[in-house]
């Protein structure tokens, strides 16, 4: 496989060419943004796990009949994925109220819902990624129909599969945020990374953060945060 030019830059990672142009290579960073951007830093050693991490979640969700963009783990930090088209839908799905939506709603951390919710942001930085309904991404052709209907129905199916898997490694999936693209024949699969920079991961005992929160609301202990649940997640996969 060969590494053409770059074609993007984003916060955490970036995209390169290859010589087959189905496919891409994407290199994680240690970069970390919060606050679209606002807030900037560095964990070492970031890119490592969540390259390692997103490519044994997407291969088990591969096993569980989601697909996914994965391809093959080529470094510790770059991994060949099948291009797609982003759908530019940021889907969130929460288990227990946290973040934005603990804010948005007034209500304390930490609460679990009777059943997971799901929630779109319209995946533009320049707006600050507003959230949306089914409705406004259809008006703004954002997607189809269809295709959120899909995406809503392998949403869910993956907080099944990964709510299972966590709990197993003692880690309790608080919530989530998921992007999903178009193969060129228009298929819909589960892209970008699962990682503790898009998840949010307590420990089920004592309730500790151990995902990018620590950075957010500089707890101290990122780094280590970030291997524990690697560690976790290698001796339970
Ligand atoms: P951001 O763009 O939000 O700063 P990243 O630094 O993670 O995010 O950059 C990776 C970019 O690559 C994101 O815009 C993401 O939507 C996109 N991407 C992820 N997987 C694929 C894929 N399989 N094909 C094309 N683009 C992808
Ligand atoms: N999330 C993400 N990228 C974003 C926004 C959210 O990965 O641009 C993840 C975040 O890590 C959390 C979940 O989506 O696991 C829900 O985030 P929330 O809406 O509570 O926003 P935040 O508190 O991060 O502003």
New binding site residues.
């Given amino acids: 496989m060969q590494k053409k030019e770059q074609l993007?830059?984003?916060?955490?990672?970036?995209?390169y060419r290859t010589d087959d142009p189905e496919l891409?290579i994407?290199d994680y960073?240690d970069?970390a943004?919060a606050f679209n951007?606002l807030k900037k830093g560095t964990i070492t050693g970031k890119g490592v796990i969540n390259n390692k991490m997103s490519n044994l979640l997407m291969k088990r969700l591969e096993k569980a009949g989601i697909p996914t963009?994965f391809v093959e783990e080529l470094s510790e930090r770059e991994t060949v994925?099948?291009?797609?088209?982003?759908v530019p839908l940021e889907v969130i799905i929460r288990n227990i109220a946290a973040g934005s939506f603990a804010q948005r709603y007034g209500v304390e951390e930490g609460g679990v819902f009777e059943k997971p919710t799901i929630e779109f942001s319209y995946?533009n930085?320049a707006l600050g990624d507003p959230l949306l309904n089914a409705y406004h991404a259809i008006a703004l052709k954002l997607a189809t129909g269809e295709e959120i209907e899909t995406i809503k129905k392998y949403a869910f199916a993956v907080n099944e599969q990964l709510k299972a898997f966590w709990s197993e490694c003692g880690v309790t999936l608080v919530d989530f945020k998921l992007?999903f693209?178009r193969l060129a024949d228009g298929t819909i699969?589960l892209?970008?990374?699962i990682s503790p920079d898009t998840c949010r991961l307590w420990d089920s005992k004592t309730g500790e953060k151990l995902d990018k929160d620590r950075f957010r609301r500089d707890l101290g202990g990122v780094e280590d945060a970030y291997a524990e649940v690697m560690k976790r997640l290698s001796e339970h996969i």
């Fill in positions: 993007y830059e984003g916060k955490a990672k970036k995209v891409l994407v960073k970069d943004t951007g963009h994925v099948k291009k797609v088209s982003i995946k930085d992007e693209g699969v892209a970008d990374e």
